[in-house]
């Protein structure tokens, strides 16, 4: 049931764009506040964006404006849609979930690596 299974990462040049998606149970997107969150190597983690129950979205200043984080519960999924790639974007990036706390992440996915070269 917490199964969060990521896909859509991969090699693009700066000002590219990528759609990563996360497929869960449909419980889960449709009751779960949802987010991406990222780590570069050497770096702490960085949660991208969010997205709560009621479809309230939270980006970090880092990625405003070019990212855009959505849901269709019709097909289980989570989306994160970037655009303008820039290379400090390149990191793995991970699908988390929770049912009760927003930014208190208790399922992961299991990353999925975005590379942006110059």
């Not at 693009?12 to 780590?39: F, N």
């Not at 570069?40 to 997205?51: D, H, L, N, S, T």
Request: with cysteine; glycine share 12%; net charge neutral.
């Amino acid at each position: 049931q917490g199964q969060l299974v990521e896909s859509g990462g991969g090699s693009v040049q700066a000002g590219g764009s990528l759609r990563l998606s996360c497929e869960a149970s449909r419980w889960i997107v449709s009751t779960y506040c949802m987010g991406w969150s990222r780590q570069a190597p050497g770096q702490e983690r960085e949660e991208v964006a969010r997205i709560d129950v009621g479809g309230t979205m939270i980006y970090a200043d880092s990625v405003k404006g070019r990212f855009t984080i959505f849901r269709d519960t019709a097909k289980n999924t989570l989306y994160l849609q970037m655009d303008n790639l820039k290379p400090e974007d390149t990191a793995v990036y991970y699908c988390v979930a929770d049912r009760y706390v927003c930014g208190s992440w208790s399922n992961w996915g299991q990353g999925t690596q975005v590379t942006v070269s110059s």
